[in-house]
């Protein structure tokens, strides 16, 4: 069945480093994917999307990559801030204009060091 | 403001009895899901609902119950037949992209 891991479970940085979280679907009609971000006892945030027609998208200081090749979805932070702390979901979906569902990843905990 | 809205923020059950947590959405959207969500775990989806009176299992339909009985609600049961109901409760509503979600439940059973 359709499923979306993610290769690490924490990553820490340095504030003003730029982050990388990954994540790996296994999916290959997958059209649509979601990055979203949640912070402790809060519902997750839509951070950005990429349909499968894309390589890349840049939103305000992240971008997300998409290597359909490899499967492989990533979310590049940059100039990392405290504020960013939190963990980071990637979903995907397999038809984007449709009502289905969205199958989401484990997660990343990000944490960002003064 | 436009969004969802999770009632109440933080829910106390009793072993053996059924709770009802709640739900609203004024986005106009068709889908809403509920998902479940433990300590340093992912989301994963209890039941989903794409049109009025109709919704379908997720993964882990198994002790809670549905309904979608306006476009706007879509209440979720967590009944005693959950061994272990304990967890966040998330709600969220799409329109065919993203999903918007609410800010959830805790559900702590004493």
């Known amino acids: 069945g359709e499923s979306v891991g993610l290769h690490l479970p924490t990553l820490s940085v340095q504030e003003g480093d730029n982050s990388i979280i990954n994540c790996a679907y296994s999916?290959?009609?997958?059209?649509?994917f979601i990055w979203y971000k949640q912070e402790s006892g809060k519902g997750p945030q839509f951070i950005i999307d990429?349909?499968?027609?894309?390589d890349k998208r840049q939103g305000q200081r992240v971008t997300v990559l998409l290597n359909k090749t490899v499967k492989h979805l990533s979310l590049q932070i940059a100039a990392t801030q405290p504020g960013d702390s939190a963990v980071y979901f990637c979903?995907?979906?397999?038809?984007?204009?449709?009502?289905?569902?969205?199958?989401f990843g484990r997660g990343t905990q990000l944490t960002v060091w003064p | 403001d436009g969004g969802i809205t999770q009632s109440p923020k933080y829910l106390f059950r009793k072993e053996g009895q059924n709770v009802t947590l709640s739900c609203e959405q004024n986005l106009n959207h068709d889908a809403m899901y509920w998902y479940r969500q433990d300590p340093g775990q992912g989301l994963r989806l209890i039941y989903y609902s794409q049109i009025v009176n109709d919704f379908q299992k997720g993964d882990i339909a198994e002790g809670y119950s549905v309904s979608r009985e306006k476009k706007e609600s879509f209440p979720l049961t967590v009944t005693s037949a959950q061994k272990n109901p304990t967890a966040f409760y998330l709600c969220?509503?799409?329109?065919?992209?993203?999903?918007?979600f609410g800010q959830g439940t805790r559900l702590t059973v004493v």
């Open positions: 999916n290959s009609a997958s059209d649509y």
């Open positions: 990429i349909r499968s027609n894309m």
């Open positions: 979903a995907e979906k397999g038809v984007v204009s449709t009502l289905g569902r969205l199958y």
């Open positions: 969220a509503s799409s329109q065919g992209t993203e999903a918007f």
